[in-house]
């Protein structure tokens, strides 16, 4: 996907590693100013923003806690008109029989995947609608399509991220502000340093395209929602999977 050089802010919650941190070097690459985001990881931020300055690109860090209001409030209001959000960051992740799982196991993935992007939106909207032109990149996860078992309270919440999209980008098209969502598949990053490499072999024979991605498959595909070119397109989710689903 090709993507056109953009002058403007752009968000990308929890990038002190991980996807976040791919996606927050590869905007930063194609001309963003990236405010880069975290919560608690002081060095692994310094050392993202150092790789991003020592290429020559522009980064800032903005630390806040997204699952906080008045966090959230504080920080965006201090960084002026932001074009770009990438709502990235999340928690644990635990799989919970669902004998087990109880209504804050729910309420500790919403908060990510619902209550966080929810407060960012309303934070940057008011910059968005006076620019005539914004971009809301929720990242989701294939496993909202494949209903992955245990996992129910991480499924509903990234279907939950979903509904936002789908309802966001109805409310927001007429101020010219689109949002999609991503979905990567399993994508290895630095908490899956001690996988077994039989589990990555069973898990590429359910792909079509054989191998495990890497972040920046889906670095690339914010970049292009990111970018001038996906101008047209909202209320969207695609898949960075090689092929395990398709729609
Ligand atoms: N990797 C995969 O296989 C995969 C697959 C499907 C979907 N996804 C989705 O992709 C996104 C990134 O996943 P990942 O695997 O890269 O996760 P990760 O490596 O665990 O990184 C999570 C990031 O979120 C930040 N964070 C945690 N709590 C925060 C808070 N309260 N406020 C702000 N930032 C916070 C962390 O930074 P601090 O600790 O410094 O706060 C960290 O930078 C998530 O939405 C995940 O659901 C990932």
């Given at each position: ?32 100013h ?19 300055r ?15 209001e ?26 919970i029989?669902?004998?087990d ?8 993935q ?8 929810l ?47 789908r309802?966001?980008a109805r ?9 999609n ?9 630095e ?29 690339d595909?914010?970049?292009?929602f ?12 695609i898949?960075?999977?090689g ?5």
């Amino acid at each position: 996907m090709s993507v056109e050089r953009s002058v403007g802010k752009a968000l990308v919650t929890g990038a002190s590693r991980g996807l976040g941190a791919v996606i927050a070097e590869r905007l930063a690459a194609d001309g963003w100013h990236v405010l880069l985001n975290y919560a608690h990881d002081t060095a692994g931020a310094s050392a993202v923003a150092g790789r991003v300055r020592a290429q020559g690109h522009s980064i800032e860090i903005v630390k806040f806690d997204v699952t906080s209001e008045e966090e959230v409030a504080a920080a965006l209001a201090a960084a002026g008109p932001i074009a770009v959000v990438v709502n990235n960051a999340t928690g644990p992740q635990p799989e919970i029989p669902v004998e087990d799982q109880t209504w804050d196991d729910h309420l500790d993935q919403l908060k990510f995947f619902v209550k966080a992007p929810l407060l960012i939106l309303q934070a940057v909207l008011p910059g968005m609608k006076e620019a005539g032109t914004g971009r809301i990149i929720n990242i989701g996860s294939e496993v909202a399509d494949l209903g992955n078992p245990e996992f129910a309270q991480y499924v509903a919440a990234k279907m939950a991220m979903h509904g936002l999209t789908r309802s966001w980008a109805r409310a927001l098209g007429p101020f010219g502000i689109t949002v999609n969502t991503v979905e990567p598949g399993w994508i290895p990053v630095e908490r899956h340093a001690d996988v077994a490499a039989d589990s990555y072999e069973s898990y590429t024979k359910t792909l079509a395209l054989s191998h495990m991605g890497t972040p920046a498959d889906v670095a690339d595909t914010v970049a292009f929602f990111a970018a001038d070119g996906s101008r047209f397109v909202t209320g969207q989710r695609i898949a960075v999977n090689g092929g395990k689903t398709m729609s």
